[in-house]
């Protein structure tokens, strides 16, 4: 089988095939002729992150993300502290898995609260203690706006441009943002935020919104093709802006994941070709 | 029992009541107190818009809106002039029912389109042609911002700034805005934008956003204190604002539903007291 030489721009989460070990993904990805994983922190550290490092380096691949630091908004206090220590090691993770990018998932409401301004506050706060370490492992920390479904228990930064107002108070090279479809497609801003974000771009992942949606909000994207977005117009704003990075496909989905994971890499990459590239 | 003065600014929508027929939601709506109900069309038109509107007015109350115009977004063709014809005659029954608020639900992409910017066009290209027959019958469409989770197929307006964009192209009277709280409390802009919406304002929604979200997405709206929503904080910004109109409580939810209608209305009163009017 010639593998089509675009597939090197392509990087698989491994949340995409969720049921696959960490040595599996990076088989399975080095065998569709791709470049690039995302990895999570947990099956990471079970193998450890040296050992993972290594994997991944041997399969001639490049970790495209580190998913995920965050969940900075609990008030002061040790659940805080244990927090943004966590963060760090992430930060430390990051920097042995050889990736720049760890995505910031920064967290939604604390259990009982409604202060959505004052969550807001403690994740600038937490970015700007974390900062200096992300500096100091040549890591960015990538800010992740997340669709407003999720707002309450994931994370409080809704938009691409909250995200930015935030990550603008740091150096470009400490603070970026993710620049998601699932999260941001339907923002009648999106386009103009994109140009903003020029040079803040630390990551790029594609995946579907999809209806009717599925029962739990967390398991609720779809295959690339299979919903409503239309890709080549946010990948070709994400071009202008300057991103020239892999292309992350991150997809949790209960039938996805109970699906041959092999089919899985192969129906997303041909869908990348498709829906992502073509246009 | 005495009933609480403050209740006479709440108005029941009769979805939270969805088990009973108009006759009885008038009813309960009087029994509770209440000066205001809201209104759909399905039912409306099944006893007959001039029978409800005796009803409502018979038994003391005003119509607080009618539900809904819109889903405008097709393209031009026989199911577009369909749904502008039915859109002026949503005008013509909340005029007969004496309310100046047609509620907008402008609709989601159209089967098969992938094209957002396309469809947001055609919502605006909508409004313009609906405006002067609104402007003759008296009535105001108030179009509603609507949660992103319900971009692709329920309203491709997401936030208020973008239904604020649209109705300042045209008379203060012919075309308005709702806030509701189960679309917009998750929106960075939120307070600026209806600081922006003074005399704009058609209508003011209390529902609270719940979490774990319900398996259907359409039936996730919450009872005021269920959820995450700080409502003071929003209820206060629709006052300075200059809104003085009434509080409505729509809430889509299974449970809700399949409780006793009269308890549901007794706990919408003591939560309107205690989440919304209390701060």
Redesign the interface.
Known sequence: MTIDPRLSSLSLNQKTTNSWSLEEAVAGAERAGLSWIGLWREPVQQIGVDKAARLVSDAGLQVSSLCRGGFITAEEGPARRASIADNVRAIEESATLGTTCLVMVVGG?PEGS???AGA?ERVAEGIAELAPHAAAHGVRLALEPM???Y???RGVL??L??ALDLAELFPTEQVGVVVDTFHV????AVLPQIERAAGRIASFQVCD?I???P???LLSRGMMGD????FPVLRRAVEAAGYDGPTEVEIFNADVWASDPEAVVSLMSERYLSCVLDS
């Open positions: 409401l409604r202060d959505l807001r669709n407003p479904i707002c309450a228990d809704s938009t441009g909250q497609w339907w923002d009648p919104w209806t009717p949606l029962a739990d909000a919903g409503h977005i239309d």
